[in-house]
């Protein structure tokens, strides 16, 4: 059975467990969620059964919006409320002023150079980093970059300080904060997180969305015969309306392919995704 929807993640349940929740819930096998939330954080997770999983790809997921919370003082080797090694007295660290938290916030918009959380669900030689981690090996992750659209300020009640973060597909919250500390001159881990949105995805009661309203692909358009899609045979470029260089879907009356046109050849990328 495929469905899509988005559903929401509470605080300290890891994706993994909360899908298995929603596999029972709907007593659907075959499932799987778009964009790891970290135990710690809560909100916006996208779930989709059946078929629809190979969908995440395609789908309009950005920009992602964060809240978060980051409490100066608390010093955590996961960057986050697991794994604290120790909490500042508030008067042991300085208070920040307003008008600086907004500059550095504002400073940080656009690309960011940063090293992933060694907490993180990064994979290193088939092992996720957060594994290595628990057992006291420190991996090794490289340098990546990830674009920040808008930040937002929200509050600041010494020593929690608010956020908001618009970024891109790939972005470590964690890691914008300690870099936010730094810009301040100050120590801090987040005390809470939560995603609002995964680019076109609010949450809204689980309502099954249809998935063609989300993909982020131009729609084709096939003169051929329909069981040429269906059986997966090859196809003429001379039957499409759009022969540009791109992926694109084509929809039927009971499903959607979605294709790539590269050199005048026709890739099939998903030959035959059943409307249910």
Not at 33 to 51: H, I, K, R, W
Not at 136 to 155: D, H, R, S, Y
Not at 251 to 266: A, H
Request: glycine residues 4%; hydrophobic residues 40%.
């Amino acid at each position: 059975m495929n469905k899509l929807f988005v559903a929401r993640k509470p605080l300290f349940k890891s994706s993994n467990f909360f899908l298995t929740k929603i596999k029972r819930k709907y007593k659907n096998k075959k499932a799987g969620f778009s964009g790891t939330l970290d135990p710690f954080a809560c909100g916006v997770l996208l779930v989709a059964f059946g078929q629809y999983p190979k969908l995440f790809p395609y789908l309009k997921k950005t920009p992602k919006t964060y809240q978060a919370c980051l409490w100066l003082g608390m010093q955590s080797a996961s960057l986050d409320l697991e794994n604290i090694n120790s909490i500042m007295h508030p008067k042991q660290i300085q208070k920040l002023e307003l008008e600086n938290i907004k500059i550095a916030l504002k400073n940080l918009e656009g690309e960011i150079t940063y090293t992933p959380p060694i907490f993180s669900a990064k994979k290193i030689k088939g092992k996720r980093a957060y594994a290595l981690a628990r057992t006291g090996e420190i991996p090794a992750l490289k340098e990546q970059v990830m674009n920040i659209f808008k930040t937002k300020f929200l509050a600041y009640k010494h020593p929690f300080l608010s956020f908001e973060l618009s970024v891109s597909e790939g972005a470590y919250v964690r890691s914008f904060a300690q870099i936010l500390c730094e810009r301040l001159e100050t120590l801090g881990s987040l005390s809470y997180l939560k995603r609002m949105n995964e680019g076109e995805f609010f949450y809204d009661n689980e309502k099954l969305l249809n998935p063609l309203d989300f993909l982020d692909l131009k729609e084709n358009f096939y003169k051929g015969k329909k069981e040429y899609f269906s059986d997966g045979k090859l196809l003429d470029l001379k039957d499409f309306k759009y022969q540009e260089n791109d992926l694109y879907f084509v929809k039927f009356d009971n499903f959607f392919s979605i294709i790539e046109i590269s050199e005048e050849k026709i890739i099939y990328k998903l030959n035959k995704i059943l409307f249910e």
